[in-house]
């Protein structure tokens, strides 16, 4: 009972303690929970329909996708142009995905295992013909797959099969997973487009009126008054005008990604004059070496030269064109250079060596000869050479030492412009001299023995053995340095948005003005290596009015200074955007001139009245349809008011005060007539049909509004 009241008493202060304690707990936990959001929030590369996509999850799409390429073209690295190419790919391939999964889910609609079998086993899928899996006439070959895909356990499970092997069946068989996903998508897009155009039915009261539409044909004789008759001062436009118009206009000015306005300084460093003198100076040196006689392999190389040297001669078209343009103008042992080519902005020497003729393919078949050393290789060489002397059948041969001897086609192509070693070299010239019908004999060093059969050459062209050394005229480190300090020196005295504007001019720097640039544009301002200006650019801190750091971006030839001028939100864009406001100026100017010249134009009684008045253009229009839009030569525009207009008139009529696009038009109609088609009503409604599928086409930009898709790949690539 002691304890309990020991307890008792100390109550409020335990009931603090746990209290305090417990919060200590929950909010522990919220820190936690927060931090766990954050960091989760930070591998958000974007979200669809609510859902976000993980960075990680990304990349797997990404390099599932590239691996297909790689695996189709045979080739092992991309470029960087062409990764960012084939994330934009994935992402627009992943967002049309989730978009039509969406709508397909709400409609019940799937694509079953079952399906995906018929679809394979019968093989009409155009994408089953882009895989290996074919029969020898072409066409695919389900019971390929079927083996490959029984056979593809068996090779991974099994701990004998070298794991290059096992490599090569796991890219066939993750190319086939692909496949097979974009197959099962594709035809789930199917069945959502015929299920939509399948809400679309033509009729024979249509089908009459779009026939109609084409073929009734008026003449008219038309009176205009353009808008450009009145001048832009003597209309009023006030901001009320503005904003009414922007209502009627608004869904016009929906963007469906944010963007952001800039103005910024970019400084392309360039060689200086003190830069070119001393190329000049040292390319001069280099000319006097080559035409001293030195040995062109060592100076082209010494130099540094953008062209390697080839031993062997190459054809003129494997050369930059600027260099291949001076052969002709050498003789052997000429040389010409230094000289400047603005195209690629290079010093260039070119020292013509030898002219020879030979082919620029070369047909051969060859058999490489066995033996455990070099010493056996050239044994059992000379033993072919001597059998093939004595007329025996090069296939025979070939096949006693388990070789095919295919036939194979060298061409300069193959090899020109290619580093190429001295065996190489020696196998290359020897096949390319030799005769049709020739045996020979190629020791390739420490490499083996080749016996190569010339079977057949073609096309004998000029191939010049040429020193060439080109090189870039760049800026040197000084020059860059003064460019970079004298910017830093001007941003350091103006740190302001304005001062920058301002002074900018008088300083030699150029401010430049950018609208709209996106998220999902990979530079800034056509400039290369500017992902970090693009992350300043959107980032949520970066105010308006905001200088950037100065950024050294392009090929390290840049220097980069930014202002974020203006932000604009997903949505719609503000009336008083300086474009829109400018649109719908224009836009208000034009209503207003209208409504003037349609005051003006109510008093006349014939279009001989209207033709009569200040500014009025008059000419004959002919076979105006409804289908097509009047061209209005006179003002030079298009206008669909006015084919609206002339087909609702008969023969003899006047009309007036029809608002165009450049003008408020009269006219009378002097004839009409129709074509000599002849009307089908169910070609007809097929026709109109097929316009009002291609309509729908357009169905996904609607769904991409529906999906509040959040984009911020920027972040990460």
């Not at 995905?97 to 399906?115: F, I, N, P, R, S």
């Amino acid at each position: 009972m002691a304890t309990l009241q020991k307890i008792r008493n100390r109550g409020k202060i335990l009931i603090a303690t746990l209290g305090l304690a417990l919060f200590a707990f929950i909010a522990e936990e919220f820190v936690r929970s927060l931090s766990y959001t954050q960091a989760e929030n930070h591998q958000r590369v974007g979200k669809i329909y609510g859902e976000k996509i993980n960075v990680q999850e990304f990349n797997a799409m990404v390099e599932e996708y590239t691996d297909v390429v790689k695996f189709t073209q045979g080739i092992n690295t991309l470029t960087d142009d062409q990764l960012a190419m084939f994330r934009d790919q994935v992402w627009q391939s992943l967002v049309n995905e989730k978009l039509m999964e969406k709508e397909c889910e709400k409609l019940g609609l799937t694509v079953t295992d079952a399906e995906m079998q018929d679809i394979i086993n019968n093989g009409r899928n155009p994408l089953l013909a882009q895989t290996p899996f074919r029969t020898a006439q072409g066409g695919f070959d389900v019971n390929a797959l079927k083996q490959f895909l029984s056979q593809y356990n068996e090779v991974i499970s099994n701990p004998d099969i070298n794991s290059e092997i096992k490599a090569q069946y796991t890219q066939m068989n993750n190319y086939w997973k692909f496949i097979e996903k974009t197959i099962r998508q594709q035809t789930l897009n199917k069945k959502y487009q015929a299920l939509l155009n399948g809400t679309m039915v033509s009729n024979p009261v249509a089908a009459q009126a779009s026939f109609d539409g084409r073929t009734n044909e008026t003449d008219i004789y038309m009176a205009a008054l353009p808008y450009s008759s009145i001048k832009d001062d003597e209309v009023t436009v006030e901001d009320s005008d503005l904003k009414a118009k922007y209502e009627e206009l608004k869904d016009m000015f929906r963007t469906n990604e944010e963007t952001r306005d800039i103005k910024y300084i970019d400084i392309h460093v360039t060689a200086s004059e003190a830069d070119k003198a001393a190329l000049q100076k040292e390319m001069e040196g280099y000319a006097q070496v080559l035409a001293e006689g030195a040995d062109p392999a060592k100076t082209v190389r010494e130099a540094a030269s953008q062209v390697p040297y080839s031993a062997l001669p190459v054809s003129a078209k494997s050369l930059p064109h600027d260099i291949a343009e001076q052969l002709d103008s050498l003789s052997i042992g000429g040389q010409v250079g230094p000289f400047v080519h603005d195209h690629d902005n290079s010093i260039n020497i070119v020292r013509l060596i030898n002219k020879v003729s030979l082919p620029d393919s070369v047909e051969i078949r060859q058999i490489a000869a066995p033996g455990n050393d070099m010493a056996a290789c050239e044994k059992t060489a000379d033993s072919i050479m001597a059998a093939l002397a004595a007329g025996a059948d090069f296939d025979t041969i070939a096949k006693k030492y388990d070789q095919p001897a295919t036939k194979t086609w060298i061409t300069s192509s193959q090899y020109e412009g290619q580093t190429i070693d001295e065996s190489n070299r020696k196998f290359i010239s020897t096949i390319s001299n030799a005769a049709v019908g020739s045996n020979n004999k190629i020791v390739l060093d420490g490499q083996g023995v080749i016996i190569a059969q010339v079977t057949d050459r073609r096309n004998i062209i000029d191939k010049y053995e040429v020193a060439v050394i080109k090189r870039s005229i760049d800026f040197s480190k000084d020059t860059y340095g003064k460019a970079y300090n004298d910017l830093s020196s001007f941003l350091a005295g103006n740190p302001k948005a304005e001062d920058i504007e301002t002074n900018a001019a008088q300083a030699g720097y150029t401010v430049q003005t950018r609208k709209n640039v996106s998220s999902t544009e990979h530079n800034v301002v056509n400039v290369r290596s500017t992902r970090e200006a693009l992350r300043w650019i959107f980032n949520e801190d970066t105010e308006v009015g905001a200088v950037s750091p100065l950024y050294e971006c392009g090929e390290n030839d840049h220097l980069l200074v930014i202002i974020l001028n203006g932000v604009h939100d997903k949505g719609y864009m503000a009336w008083d955007d300086e474009q829109i406001r400018a649109f719908l100026t224009a836009e208000v100017i034009k209503d207003k001139k209208a409504a003037i010249l349609m005051e003006k134009m109510n008093a006349a009684q014939s279009i001989a009245d209207v033709a009569k008045m200040d500014g009025a253009v008059t000419d004959t229009i002919k076979h105006i349809t409804f289908a097509s839009t009047a061209f209005v030569s006179k003002v030079g525009a298009s206008e669909p008011a006015l084919s609206g207009a002339v087909s609702k008139a008969n023969k003899g009529d006047f009309k007036s005060g029809v608002k165009g696009k450049s003008a408020v038009y009269a006219f009378q109609v002097i004839d009409e007539k129709k074509t000599d088609a002849k009307f089908d009503k169910k070609q007809e409604e097929q026709r109109l049909m097929q316009s009002v599928v291609r309509n729908t086409g357009n169905y996904t930009g609607e769904l991409y509004k529906k999906a509040d898709i959040t984009d911020k790949r920027y972040l990460f690539f």
